[in-house]
């Protein structure tokens, strides 16, 4: 008779992994087709959308995709990443219509779950990404504004990509270009989406508060964390400085000018609206958010992370919320909000040695998800 030697992967095993991981990823397909794809093209145009997708038009007729247009003036008022996606959508399917260009935001919604049950999977277990998945699929803001064609659905799922990966590797104990650099390329697609410097904050408050709980700040002062900055940056400025010397420069500079200046001024701050953006950020995540109120007792070392990581989440918070230029991010509910919840999503990974499957609850799973 044959015995199976204790942590020996047999056959029956692996083709369990693989069926359950199969299963995992289909769910995942299924709720998000079922939520996302339904009427994506059956409203008109609204809000912000023709910003993104004129420019796409524009630059399929004229083959420009350096410098964006609407009509015929250049629109520098934000990267045009965006608009290099809804072009390429337009292309690949050769329909211009409101679901081909609604489609980017949401594919970029799907890759965000789908790194959840395969890159995430070591990390948060097998049940725990899946949570992770559902909860990045179903809540009001992802459903809100991943199936729209602007900037938010773009820019936060690749910024939600950039952590899921750091933290993995981080989890893996990598160090190095396996830790920075694939973080640091979709923190530079962010940031021809968005612009530089906001999302920056966001990623790098939870990361600085975990490496500081760790003991580890040394690992930002490294010379391949030095080269993901510069690829970051030269990400941006490989669009920006042919566009700037190719366009009139004083125009873009004005433009550039009154986007970045109002970001860090305090010109039209209100305390009302400031104070109200709370509650209407916290709406955002029902229907989960309850749920984060079982978990009643946390083993310390998991608490003390939960602490560190709400410092990171909150100095961003308020750094930045009480500027005018930022207050649109905040009602949009694209930044910390989004941000906190995949550090939580993803926050046990660091204390998996510490903690038993077979004794972590449900409530301590929502906790860590929610």
Not at 45 to 53: A, D, L, P, S
Not at 144 to 169: C, D, H, N, P, Q
């Amino acid at each position: 008779m044959v015995t199976e030697r204790p942590g020996r992967r047999t056959w029956r095993k692996i083709f369990l992994a693989k069926w359950w991981q199969r299963r995992r990823t289909h769910v995942v397909l299924l709720v998000w087709a079922a939520i996302y794809l339904p009427g994506l093209g059956s409203h008109e145009i609204r809000g912000e959308e023709g910003r993104r997708i004129l420019p796409a038009v524009t630059m399929l007729q004229t083959g420009n995709y350096l410098v964006p247009h609407v009509g015929s003036e250049p629109y520098f008022s934000k990267p045009p990443l965006i608009n290099w996606i809804v072009a390429a959508s337009f292309k690949l399917t050769g329909v211009r219509s409101e679901w081909t260009a609604r489609l980017p935001s949401v594919m970029a919604i799907l890759a965000v779950a789908l790194t959840f049950v395969t890159r995430g999977r070591r990390a948060l277990g097998t049940t725990g990404s899946l949570l992770a998945a559902m909860i990045w699929l179903v809540n009001a803001g992802n459903i809100e504004k991943g199936r729209l064609i602007e900037i938010e659905a773009i820019y936060v799922s690749l910024t939600a990509l950039a952590f899921i990966f750091w933290m993995a590797a981080y989890r893996a104990e990598k160090t190095g270009r396996r830790l920075w650099l694939l973080p640091a390329i979709f923190l530079g697609l962010a940031m021809l989406a968005k612009g530089p410097l906001p999302h920056l904050l966001f990623f790098y408050g939870p990361v600085v508060a975990l490496l500081w709980n760790d003991r580890k700040l040394a690992l930002l002062a490294t010379r391949e964390h030095l080269i993901a900055l510069i690829i970051m940056f030269g990400m941006f400025a490989a669009w920006a400085l042919p566009a700037f010397l190719l366009s009139d420069w004083a125009h873009v500079a004005r433009v550039w000018s009154r986007q970045y200046t109002g970001r860090v001024s305090g010109s039209g701050f209100q305390f009302s609206s400031w104070i109200m953006n709370i509650p209407r950020g916290l709406v955002y995540f029902l229907p989960w958010l309850p749920l984060a109120l079982l978990q009643f007792d946390e083993p310390v070392e998991l608490r003390r992370r939960h602490f560190a990581l709400l410092i990171g989440i909150a100095v961003p918070f308020v750094l930045v919320r009480p500027h005018g230029g930022w207050a649109n991010c905040w009602r949009r509910k694209t930044c910390v909000g989004r941000i906190g919840s995949l550090v939580k999503r993803l926050l046990h990974a660091c204390v998996t040695k510490s903690l038993s499957s077979s004794s972590e609850s449900v409530a301590s799973r929502f906790w860590f998800t929610a």
